[in-house]
Each structure stands twice: as structure tokens, then as C-alpha cells.
């Protein structure tokens, strides 16, 4: 499924769709470029699951890996861009995350432990504030 993003509210407005859709032991795969969104899309559905607008999502580029508590599951946050080493992903506490929902971004990274099932969502620039989203995954759920 291709969507077209006009504006960083389309963006928004796609992450919310999403949230509304999502439930626990769901891992959503968010590909693209730097700069692409992935991030804007993350906090947007954290923000959206979280029912709450003012949530503070920042990126975890640094952590790695960011907790949520929402109304449905605890939701993580990852952003594999410096992951290193093969046993990286247990430490950040993939298993147990996994039982919540994960977004992903730079899932590459997870190699053979990406999940079956999950939403891949690849973002691409289409302009100054447009992009492209391509979806796969979630067949009749969405
Ligand atoms: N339609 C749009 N969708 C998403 N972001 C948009 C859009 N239009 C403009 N932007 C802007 O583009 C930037 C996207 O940055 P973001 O950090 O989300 O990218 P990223 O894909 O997570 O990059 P990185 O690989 O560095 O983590 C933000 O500044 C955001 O406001
Ligand atoms: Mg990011």
C-alpha cells in the first residue's frame, strides 16, 4: 500500500490510523532515509497510543531505546542506527519488549530476529514536507 504524505500532519495523521490499529506483541518496522520521518512517525503513534498530545518522545539515538507506558502495553522505541555487536539487542531488552509493541527504526539491524508479522512502513522524500510511505504487512487489518 503507497500513501502519499503532503505535509508532516499527513505523517501524523497516518501514525494515528496506525495506533488505533495496533496491540500488544505488534512490531512496526519504520525504513528510510535520515530525515525521512521515521522518528516524527514514531512519536506521533506513541503520542497517539499514549492518548496523550504533549507526550515527550525524543529520539533515542543515543539510548537506543525509549519506554512507554500507554493505556494498552508498554511501548519501545528503538532506533538501531548504532547498535553494535549481535548480543546489543538482548541487552537493550528486545525479548521483553516484545511482548509489548515495538517501533523500529533502522530494523535492518535486527537481522534474522525481525519479526514475522510485523508492519514495515518505508518512508521516502517526495519534497521539502512530502513523502511516500510504502506499507507491507498487517493483511486485513488495516
Ligand atoms: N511529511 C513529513 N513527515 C515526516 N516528517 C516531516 C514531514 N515533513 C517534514 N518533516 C520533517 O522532517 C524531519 C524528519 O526527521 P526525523 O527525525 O523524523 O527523521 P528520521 O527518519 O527519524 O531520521 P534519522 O534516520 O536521523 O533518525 C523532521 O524535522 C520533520 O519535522
Ligand atoms: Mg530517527
Redesign the pocket.
Given at each position: 500500500m503507497r500513501i502519499a504524505?503532503e505535509?508532516?500532519a499527513?505523517?501524523e495523521a497516518l501514525a494515528a490510523r496506525l495506533a488505533a490499529a495496533a496491540r500488544p506483541g505488534d512490531a512496526l518496522l519504520f525504513d528510510?532515509p535520515?530525515?525521512?520521518?521515521?522518528?516524527?512517525?514514531a512519536r506521533a503513534f506513541l503520542r497517539a497510543l499514549a492518548d496523550d498530545p504533549a507526550l515527550e518522545v525524543p529520539?533515542p539515538?543515543f539510548t537506543l531505546v525509549q519506554t512507554y507506558p500507554t493505556p494498552r502495553c508498554e511501548a519501545f522505541h528503538f532506533?538501531l542506527?548504532r547498535l553494535t555487536g549481535p548480543g546489543g539487542l538482548h541487552e537493550l531488552g528486545w525479548e521483553e519488549a516484545r511482548a509489548g509493541i515495538v517501533l523500529v527504526?533502522w530494523p535492518d539491524r535486527l537481522g534474522p530476529l525481525a519479526p514475522d508479522g510485523a508492519l514495515r512502513v518505508a518512508?521516502h522524500h517526495a519534497g521539502e514536507?512530502?513523502?511516500v510511505a510504502e506499507l507491507s504487512g498487517w493483511e486485513g487489518r488495516l
Open positions: 504524505l505535509n508532516l499527513a505523517t528510510g535520515l530525515g525521512a520521518g521515521k522518528s516524527a512517525l529520539s539515538t532506533d542506527y527504526e518512508l514536507e512530502a513523502r
